[in-house]
C-alpha cells in the first residue's frame, strides 16, 4: 500500500474516534443552565477504576451573564429519569447541594458563576475545582450501571433539571468517548 494510501486511511480512522454523533438532540428548558458536553465512553473495557471518565458537564450560559442558583439540581440519566418513583438507591443521579470553591449561602443557595461549569463524574472522588478555578467537579459514586458505569455507550439521554425546570441532551453514538451538542 502506498504512504499516502495509509495515512489516508490513519486520518479517516482517527477522525471516527472523535467524529460527529449519528444524532443528538438537546432541549434547553433549565433557565441559564446547559448540558454541554457528555463523556460517555470511559477508555478500555468499563471497570470501577475508570469510571471517572465519564461524566456529565452542566454551564453557566446565562445572558446577559448573571450567578445561576444551583442548589438542588439533579442531574441524572435517562434511566434514572424513568425510574423517579422506584429508584430508592438514588441510581445514577446526583443532587447539588454544594460546589467546591463557592461559598453556600445562609438560605442554602449555591451560586455557579456566569462562564463556570458543573462536571458530574460518574465515580469516587473528592470535589474539588480546576486549576483554572472555571470547572467545580462533583462525583456521582455510582455504585449502580456495570462497575459504575452508567452512560450508554450506543446511546442515552442526559437530564438535569431544578424544581419543575428540565433539560435533556439525547444522543445516539458509539464512535468515540465524549459527544456535545
Not at 432541549?27 to 443552565?33: E, T, Y
Not at 463557592?102 to 442554602?108: E, F, K, L, S
Not at 469516587?124 to 452512560?151: D, E, K, P, T
Request: proline share 3%.
Amino acid at each position: 500500500m502506498r504512504k499516502s494510501a495509509v495515512l489516508f486511511a490513519a486520518v479517516i480512522a482517527a477522525a471516527g474516534l472523535t467524529g460527529a454523533p449519528a444524532s443528538a438532540t438537546a432541549s434547553a428548558d433549565v433557565p441559564g443552565l446547559a448540558i454541554t458536553q457528555v463523556g460517555y465512553n470511559a477508555y478500555g473495557s468499563d471497570t470501577i477504576y475508570n469510571r471517572n471518565q465519564e461524566f456529565v458537564d452542566v454551564k453557566n450560559v446565562s445572558s446577559p451573564a448573571v450567578d445561576v442558583n444551583v442548589a438542588g439540581l439533579v442531574v441524572a440519566d435517562q434511566w434514572a429519569k424513568s425510574h423517579v418513583d422506584d429508584n430508592d438507591r438514588g441510581c445514577n443521579t446526583l443532587k447539588v447541594t454544594a460546589l467546591p470553591g463557592v461559598t453556600t449561602g445562609a438560605d442554602g443557595s449555591v451560586m455557579l458563576a456566569a462562564g463556570h461549569t458543573v462536571r458530574v463524574y460518574s465515580g469516587r472522588g473528592v470535589a474539588a475545582v480546576s486549576a483554572g478555578g472555571n470547572v467545580h467537579a462533583l462525583f456521582m459514586n455510582s455504585l449502580c450501571g456495570y462497575h459504575g458505569h452508567i452512560w450508554g455507550n450506543g446511546g442515552d439521554t442526559a437530564w438535569i433539571t431544578k424544581g419543575s425546570d428540565s433539560e435533556s441532551f439525547a444522543y445516539d453514538f458509539d464512535n468515540g468517548y465524549t459527544v456535545k451538542p
